[in-house]
């Protein structure tokens, strides 16, 4: 059977990858088969339950390179879960006693849509798992081609999601700004706090670009402009035990040699002893729709902080959180070649009726292809031993547990 119409959806928070997904799909089917109508569904799932959608014309079409230079989705995200009926039923996206999954096949199916393609991340993925089980149950006949989309490269199996590399870029100029503050204050500590709920990739990566951008520079050390109080003292992500007395001690020795302690953090890192401390004093800690703590509520960056300031006298602290920096930018050089592969990749799949997220499979020897959406899930761990981090640890003289 021939795919007569496809629909595009985005999902889950933004990342910088997108608005170019969007657009590499469109040009791709636009260059091989033109005859394919397309639609995309507004605000990802909720547009979809709605049914609020726009069709691509020919405008759209003919200027869809233009979306590889932006940031954000030109179609809009949100965070949906379709098996949380509660949370929709609240929401105002479904009737009591209705089930979302039903609901969102036969909007599908009033559409004509053979192909959805879901742009997101594990969240977003996993849910079109549930979707895809359950329109293969009831018989409706719908292919599901996703995209891997987080800045936190952290799907499993996905060797490297869409959107990451250009996020730990993005969060080494950040930090490039927010790291001269350390000359406002003597005795100064600066926590740059990174996305990363469960994997320090996006963390380690941003410390690794940002003293690359660090050994380019030339520096006068007489006057006090000295490399080593723009460098990272300290990067801390969840897959490491964080000992903060052992490195309040070292880091204090910097603090009185330099005058300051500039620490990269993912905000992942101990969040199970802050959600304790907090929990045990009576505090109800917010979750999302998809059960998962929601970080800006209990403020890791402020947190940990608070733990290093006493220990290195600082006289002044700062805590500056670089995510909805990092997130909201176009895609790099990097993740547009990842990104056109994978769009290329993604539409062939379509045409032959292929489910599957597209990403290179670490467990079929990194090669890209469809993988099964029941074999994907989210919080895949950094690997903290791997070369190019433990020589940055090394570099800045961290210990490691």
């Not at 490269?153 to 490039?176: F, H, K, M």
């Not at 300290?234 to 001690?249: K, M, N, Q, R």
């Amino acid at each position: 059977m021939s795919v007569q119409k496809v629909a595009l959806l985005t999902a889950g928070g933004i990342a910088p990858c997108l608005s170019s997904a969007v657009g590499g799909l469109i040009e791709r089917y636009t260059e091989v088969a033109p005859e394919v109508e397309i639609i995309a569904y507004r605000d990802g799932y909720a547009g979809l339950l709605s049914g609020r959608s726009v069709t691509v014309g020919a405008e759209t079409r003919s200027t869809a390179h233009r979306l590889h230079r932006f940031g954000g989705s030109p179609i809009g995200n949100s965070r949906i879960k379709l098996t949380n009926t509660e949370d929709l039923v609240r929401r105002g996206l479904v009737q009591q006693g209705q089930n979302p999954l039903t609901v969102a096949a036969e909007q599908l199916e009033r559409d004509g849509v053979d192909v959805l393609h879901t742009i997101g991340g594990d969240d977003t993925n996993t849910t079109a798992a549930d979707l895809s089980t359950y329109l293969a149950d009831h018989g409706y006949d719908l292919t599901v081609v996703g995209l891997p989309k987080t800045i936190d490269n952290d799907i499993v199996p996905v060797r490297q999601s869409l959107g990451a590399w250009t996020a730990a870029e993005q969060a080494a100029i950040y930090a490039r700004n927010i790291i001269s503050e350390h000359s406002s204050n003597p005795r100064m500590l600066i926590v740059h706090e990174i996305m990363g709920r469960h994997c320090g990739w996006l963390t380690a990566a941003a410390a690794r670009a940002y003293r690359a951008w660090l050994a380019t520079n030339e520096w006068s050390p007489q006057i006090g402009l000295d490399p080593r109080g723009w460098d990272v003292h300290g990067v801390y992500v969840p897959e490491d035990v964080l000992d903060i007395g052992a490195e309040a001690e070292r880091l204090r020795t910097t603090m009185d040699e330099l005058g300051c302690v500039n620490i990269f953090l993912s905000e992942g890192a101990g969040v199970e002893s802050i959600v304790a401390e907090l929990e045990a004093s009576g505090t109800d800690v917010a979750r999302d729709p998809f059960g998962h703590v929601q970080l800006d509520k209990i403020n890791p960056g402020a947190w940990f902080a608070e733990q290093f300031a006493a220990k290195l006298g600082a006289e002044k602290t700062m805590v500056q959180k670089s995510g909805y920096f990092s997130r909201s930018a176009p895609a790099g050089p990097d993740d547009l070649r990842l990104i056109k592969s994978c769009t290329d990749y993604a539409v062939e799949c379509a045409l032959r009726h292929e489910s599957g997220l597209i990403g290179h499979d670490e467990e079929h020897g990194g090669r890209l292809r469809a993988i099964e959406l029941d074999r994907v899930k989210g919080g895949k761990a950094f690997d903290s031993t791997v070369g190019w981090y433990t020589e940055l640890l090394d570099a800045i003289g961290q210990r490691r547990t």
